[in-house]
């Protein structure tokens, strides 16, 4: 799995109650991370991600209420990595915990906060996680 350093230059708006497009609609969840599994080089799996702060759909900058709207994943720096298909909580564990450790291999400052974002792209399913940090 490759971890990527992502300056994301322009946010992205998400909405809890935006219409969802069908079966390719833009998904994002953003969950909180244990205070202390979340800066350990080991974290406890079952222990690291923790509540669901939102969940919600994309919607363009120029919809109604967007920059106003629910959350958004702010323009900035961000550990990210993927795969092509909608991956199950165990892997998303991994994942996060493999950015995770390579995040502290770089000494980069992480924050407590993970983004999963779901989409479509080529016709098929694919799930990104955002880590934020700072140098």
């Known amino acids: 799995m490759n971890v990527l350093k992502l ?8 909405r ?24 350990s080089v080991e ?3 079952d222990r690291l991600i923790g509540n669901l702060i939102f969940h919600g759909f994309a919607v363009t900058p120029n919809t109604e ?9 702010p323009s900035g720096r961000y550990l990210f990595t993927q795969i092509r298909e909608n991956a199950a909580r165990d892997y998303l564990i991994l994942m996060a915990i493999e950015a995770q450790k390579d995040g502290l291999w770089e000494r980069l ?4 906060r993970l983004f999963v974002r779901t989409l479509f792209e080529d016709g098929e399913k694919v799930t990104q996680i955002f880590r934020p940090y700072s140098l």
């Open 7 to 14: 300056y994301l230059c322009n946010p992205l708006f998400y």
């Open 16 to 39: 809890k109650n935006a219409k969802k497009a069908g079966a390719a609609a833009e998904e994002m969840r953003c969950f909180e991370l244990d205070p202390l599994e979340a800066q």
């Open 43 to 45: 974290p406890q799996a």
């Open 65 to 73: 209420g967007a920059e106003t709207g629910e959350m958004e994943l």
């Open 109 to 112: 400052r992480l924050e407590n």
